[in-house]
């Protein structure tokens, strides 16, 4: 791995990248499995811990991305109670959307002006962050709180030569949204193959509404996404196994004709442009049939065009062949990521254990029921958990996008592990800058891809010693 000044001149020329699905921060975001005594898990031995700190003192700074009100309430109210019980403690928290999070922190390395707990946008960031050398190890959190109480596919997206660099703090994945009242209309059934789901997309498709759209901005990562569906469903990586760019197998090159038809035959033109907000606002305003994105995608809907919500439904993602196995493409952890430079990390690790105990994270969790779900295990088996009108009303979500949550990992992750090829994958606009190459100035398809490949693998030399 290059020296941390490589790492911090290649992270501070990237383009934002915004992981779907988390509404209106454009952010992102592995079901734990349940515990026999939830009440237990969500109140153990690190509360007991934490009521012990009563002599706890350090100021530390709180960089965080919920930037909607509810989540950011949530938070803020934990801060103060947890400063009530802690009078020596101070916690200064600051927002900043995800994108600016990263352009934030990177400058950070530079100046000095750091936090000693944030949050990061998904487990490809933490990577970035162990790469730059400003994140520290939360073995410690982990052995006191309990690595069992997290899922080991989780921990697994975060740890790096043997060391876990983020505490999971909730989860999602990518599932397959639709409309079943449009379905209904046509007596359709829901796609369980990628060409089903483009057949009705392209059906559903008229003056109203569009069948699907497909976007990549070179701002974001939808483009990177939607591929690696399409790849994942055939069994391959967007990574080869000596983690070089995969963009020019077979799979790959039918990966990116089936999406650039989806553009051309049932999207939106100038969904092109489009990032991940601009693109998930489509299906929250009624106007696209299909869309693959997180729970958040219920609270759009809700916000926007309450009238439809109750016909939308998730559905798991299309396969090449009905028949083949079950498959996530992308699941990701939104993780909490203790400072190197922290003079408190007792403190810290205080603060994620109380913010993680029951009364302050179902909370947390009910600012986006379903789009946020829990990380530890026990709380979605609790009643205040269940109770939660939307958790139940949406049950049939619930279930699909926690089976994908337990079946995937980030981008690129897979079988490879953790990498910072995986987390340049999505965050550089490559993918995306290949699919506008091709829509908008007709070039082939095998030229573009290899062409991307090229500059990806380029990036990736530049990481390795």
Known sequence: ???????????????????AGCGGDKGTDTQAPASDAPAETAQSGEAEDSAAEGDLEGEITFW????????????????????ELHPGVKINIETYSWGDFNTKWNAGITTGDLPDLSTAQNTGEVVEMINAGVAAPADHFLDTFGRDKFSEKALGDMTWDGAIYGVPYYSHAQVMWY???????????????????????VELTNDETYGAAFSCSTNDLLGARYLNYYVTSGGGSLLNEDLTANLTSDLAIEGINFWVNVYKNCSPAE???????????????????????????????????????????????????????DYSAEATHIPLVIWEKSEHPEV????????????????????????????VAGISETEAYKSN????????????????????????????GASVQASYLTSQGIIEAMFQDIITNGTDVETAAKNAEAQLNEIFDMMID
């Open 1 to 19: 791995m290059k020296r941390k000044w490589i790492a911090t001149m290649l992270t501070c020329t990237m383009l934002t990248a915004m992981l």
């Open 64 to 83: 965080h991305s919920f930037t909607q009100g509810a989540r950011m309430d949530a938070v803020q109210a934990a801060a103060d109670s947890f400063m």
């Open 179 to 201: 409309r079943h009242d449009l379905l209904d209309a046509v007596g359709a059934e829901v796609p369980k193959t990628w060409q089903e789901f483009y057949d009705l997309a």
């Open 271 to 325: 969904t092109v442009n489009y990032t991940v907000l601009d693109h998930a606002t489509l299906f929250y305003q009624g106007k696209t049939a299909f869309d693959f994105n997180s729970g958040f995608m219920i609270s759009g809907v809700q916000s926007n065009t309450p009238e439809i919500a109750e016909f939308v439904d998730a559905a798991p993602l299309p396969k090449i062949n009905a028949d083949d196995p």
């Open 348 to 375: 810290c690790e205080a603060f994620v254990s109380y913010l993680l105990q029951e009364e302050n994270y179902i909370p947390f969790l009910e600012a986006v029921p379903v789009g946020m779900l829990p990380a």
């Open 389 to 416: 009108e939307t958790v139940q009303f949406y049950g049939n979500a619930v279930d699909v996008i926690s089976k994908a949550i337990e079946l995937g990992n980030a981008i690129g992750v897979d079988d490879h």
